[in-house]
């Protein structure tokens, strides 16, 4: 069965309906969106139960959550906005765990753009021209905050932060940058994986940003099939799909560096 994936805001406003839930529903940062959907067919063809996946930034996520949107399980692109989650007494402590890593790129629109080092010396302002330069919210989203930093390490903000086009998730910077609107973006290496109407010239230094974790955990409440669905998600079919779609394992080395600024 194909997955069904709703906004937050479409599941906020059934909950005000009272209506009936039958499946597992999740709350799962946009960078998941295809590698998490194939994993949800295995899993309903392996007799689990029916799984409702809604998809939106990390941040939009949680504060649905905290306004009372019905979900059993969330995932979040980054530690700070499960802590908010968890601060607001909403989740189920033991459950909590990190699933996934990925890595953050940089994407252009011109098939033939030349690869780039990321590094200190790098002028991306010059690359820019009087471009933009597409990423998630930089305040909110996991996404943007992950690419401030590593532009911020590596000295590179001040001189673009002035062409930074914000978009309200990832997967909504990466079509900027698909579409044409921007002429090179900021996403997770997974995304850009996923869009191929974009070329990803270079690869952020692993080390000019906080470790990028996917936490996961069962919200109160939740229904019990929720906590198989996410043991299936921390196995080995489910890494398969991930590992393909190019996010990291925890066993393949997430670091316990603090969580993202």
Known sequence: MLVKSLSAAL????????????????FAAASLGGPL???VEVWEARGGAEVTVSYAG?????????????????ISANEDWIEEVARAGLIETDSRRDILGNALVLIAADAEAPAVEIGPGFDLAARLGSGRLAMALVDA???GQ?????????????SVASHVAQAENVRAALALVASGAAPYGIVYA???????????VGSFPADSHPPI????ALLTGADPKAADFLDFLTGPEAGVIFEAAGFTLPEAGLSETGPCE
Do not use: C, H, N
């Open 213 to 216: 974790r996917y936490p996961a």
């Open 190 to 200: 997974t995304d850009a994986a996923e869009e191929p109407r974009v070329t990803v």
């Open 37 to 39: 959907d194939r994993v």
């Open 11 to 26: 599941m906020l406003a059934f909950a005000s309906a009272g209506a009936a839930r039958a499946e597992i529903l999740t």
């Open 58 to 74: 990390s941040s939009a996520l949680a504060r649905q959550i905290m306004a009372g949107a019905p979900a059993d399980l969330f």
């Open 146 to 158: 992950y690419g401030r930093a590593a532009l911020k390490g590596l000295g590179l903000w001040d």
């Open 141 to 143: 989203v996991p996404a």
